[in-house]
């Protein structure tokens, strides 16, 4: 393909033209990241329990109040298709163990006067 582009136009500035096939390799790069970073969230909808990260550093937000990320000790795994699923997670404020909420995606503990609702957020 880079080959046939470049037959095409031999003397109209050919590093002008590499430039263009590096620059529409790129967005190709970028289309294909961003395609995948669909289908992981896509199949995260689908089996949406959450995995136990490599480093084990689970951090959760409040999502009625989503200002600060906080470290959630993951109290209980189980192995799922060769995964580690979090079956308990420690309330970061209470420390009650709460489980996946299929519903909302998020675990909730409810030994609270309001019921808090914990996301799980990226590491970064
Ligand atoms: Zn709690």
Same mark, same amino acid.
């Given at each position: 393909?880079r080959?046939e582009?470049i %037959?095409? @136009?031999p /003397?109209?500035g050919?590093? &002008?033209n590499?430039?263009? =096939?590096?620059?529409?390799?790129q967005?190709?790069?970028? &289309?294909?990241?961003?395609?995948? &970073?669909a289908y992981? +969230? @896509?199949?995260? +909808? ?8 490599? $480093?084990? $550093?689970i /951090?959760?937000?409040n999502?009625?109040d989503?200002?600060?990320?906080? %470290?959630?000790?993951?109290? +209980?795994?189980?192995t799922?298709? !060769?995964?580690?699923? =979090?079956?308990h997670?420690? #309330?970061?404020e209470c420390? $009650? ?10 675990f =909730? #503990?409810? +030994? !609270?006067? %309001?019921?808090a609702?914990y996301? =799980?957020? *990226?590491? *970064?």
């Amino acid at each position: 393909m880079r080959k046939e582009l470049i %037959k095409q @136009k031999p /003397y109209s500035g050919s590093e &002008k033209n590499l430039v263009d =096939i590096m620059g529409r390799r790129q967005t190709m790069q970028e &289309k294909y990241k961003q395609q995948m &970073k669909a289908y992981r +969230k @896509k199949r995260m +909808k689908i089996d949406s329990t959450p995995f136990l990260p490599p $480093n084990e $550093n689970i /951090y959760v937000m409040n999502s009625l109040d989503p200002t600060k990320k906080m %470290k959630a000790e993951v109290l +209980k795994t189980i192995t799922k298709q !060769h995964r580690e699923v =979090i079956v308990h997670l420690a #309330c970061p404020e209470c420390g $009650n163990a709460m489980t996946w909420d299929r519903k909302w995606e998020a675990f =909730i #503990c409810a +030994k !609270h006067d %309001k019921k808090a609702i914990y996301e =799980i957020v *990226d590491n *970064d």
